[in-house]
């Protein structure tokens, strides 16, 4: 639970913005989103060790899968899901 806390403080960040108001944070906001990946980073580090996984090695893997499910020559700039393809 706490994880989607934070996960959804770290999108309060963005909530308003418009995407090129979000590559131009200023100190505070910047300084608010590195305060939130931490916490986000602490609590998905502590969820993967619990069940002993790598965190590098489940997002490789998923990427991995992913470059399978939504090909790039295929699927670039739609949003279709893959299974719609």
Known sequence: MAF??????????????????SYQLDEN?????????????????????KFDLDPLECAEAKIKLNETKYPPHIVKSSAKKYDEY
């Open 4 to 21: 989607s806390a934070k996960t959804a403080e770290l999108m309060e960040i963005f909530q308003w913005l418009s995407e090129e108001e």
């Open 29 to 49: 906001q910047l300084s608010q989103l590195r305060e939130e990946i931490g916490d986000v980073l602490i609590y998905l580090t502590g969820l993967a060790d």
